[in-house]
């Protein structure tokens, strides 16, 4: 997928700050972070979003390396919010599958999503 962003920051043709790699996922800031913390956890193979067949072995990889980095970023015991959108009325704008692992401060209580006051 070489027109996909998060695909080049994978295979390093695109910067990024990277928190946490493996075999399976990486993960690194966000470029515009909502948070103290807001890292995104992707696979490192090409999956558009959650509504891809996405494997269980990928899921459980991006979702245990989510936990690894609330671990290095610090915010395991304060706590985090995880994010996945998936599709248009999500306002999806990267399609390569992702976690946002924002914390560091108190967010907005409920499912308001980014905002936090
Ligand atoms: P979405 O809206 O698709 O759930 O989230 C996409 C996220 O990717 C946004 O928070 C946006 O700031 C981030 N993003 C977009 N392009 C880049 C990039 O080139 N590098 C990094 N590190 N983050 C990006
Ligand atoms: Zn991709």
Known sequence: MS???FCNIVSG??????VYEDDQV?????LS???PVHTLVIPKAHFSS????????????VFTAVRAVAVLKGIDQSGYRTIVNSGPDSMQTVE????HVMG????AHGMVVF???
């Open 104 to 107: 560091g401060r108190k967010m």
């Open 50 to 61: 959650l509504a891809d067949d996405v494997d269980t072995a990928t899921l459980g990889a």
């Open 115 to 117: 905002s936090g006051d």
């Open 96 to 99: 390569h599958l992702h976690v």
């Open 33 to 35: 972070p909502q948070a």
């Open 13 to 18: 043709e695109i910067p990024a700050t990277v």
């Open 3 to 5: 027109d996909c962003i």
């Open 26 to 30: 990486l993960a690194f800031d966000d």
